[in-house]
């Protein structure tokens, strides 16, 4: 049975070469889970980016009100953090950083949920 959110599953798509980007560690932890088994998909725990950053994730505020709500967070980059961050602090990848590292020329399809990171990229 599938944990979370099986519309980003690949049951549709058994031949195609699936890159699952999952920032949370939690969520990373349930999409290991989702994807035993399935050859054809490449999990790994990290952020999609501009640049090959290290990123953390942020409180949303709406008219100075913190939504502190786990859907309420986005994604920023850090360029100086400490030792109490380490265990939020994640990879952000690129775009072409992926197509090398799988060996594709391009792809053909996406399916993005970058929580408003989305002028970044």
Request: net charge negative; aromatic share 10%; glycine share 6%.
């Given at each position: 049975?599938l ?24 969520n ?16 790994l725990?990290a ?6 950053s290290?990123?953390r994730?942020v409180n949303?505020?709406v ?8 859907w309420g967070?986005?994604?920023e ?6 030792e109490?961050e380490?265990?939020i602090i994640m990879?952000?990848l ?13 792809f ?14």
């Amino acid at each position: 049975m599938l944990k979370g959110h099986s519309n980003v599953m690949p049951l549709g798509f058994p031949v195609a070469n699936i890159i699952s980007l999952e920032p949370s560690k939690k969520n990373y932890e349930t999409l290991l889970l989702n994807v035993n088994g399935l050859g054809n998909v490449n999990p790994l725990p990290a952020g999609l980016w501009k640049s090959m950053s290290q990123l953390r994730f942020v409180n949303c505020t709406v008219n100075g009100n913190s939504w502190e709500r786990e859907w309420g967070l986005q994604v920023e980059e850090v360029s100086n953090w400490n030792e109490m961050e380490a265990e939020i602090i994640m990879t952000g990848l690129t775009v072409e950083f992926l197509l090398r590292l799988f060996d594709l020329p391009s792809f053909d399809f996406a399916k993005i949920d970058i929580e408003r990171s989305e002028k970044e990229i």
